[in-house]
């Protein structure tokens, strides 16, 4: 009979994330992404140009 009054209280527990906290969080993460679009896409091109840039390792000699 103990586990079942344990296992309500924690069923009526309020801490922790709930669904409509990370459903906010989602929606202000997508809303920032696409304020910032441009920005963000234009930092991610010019980050793989880095990346995948091979003259810097045409440059290395063995």
């Given at each position: 009979?103990?586990?079942?009054?344990e296992f309500q209280?924690?069923?009526q527990d309020?801490?922790?994330l709930g669904?409509?906290?990370i459903v906010l969080?989602?929606?202000v993460l997508i809303a920032v992404a696409l304020i910032f679009r441009t920005q963000l896409s234009s930092f991610a091109k010019s980050l793989i140009n880095k990346v995948f840039?091979?003259?810097i390792i045409d440059?290395?000699?063995y």
């Open positions: 009979m103990l586990k079942i009054k209280q924690k069923l309020e801490q922790g669904t409509l906290e969080i989602i929606a840039d091979y003259s440059g290395i000699s």
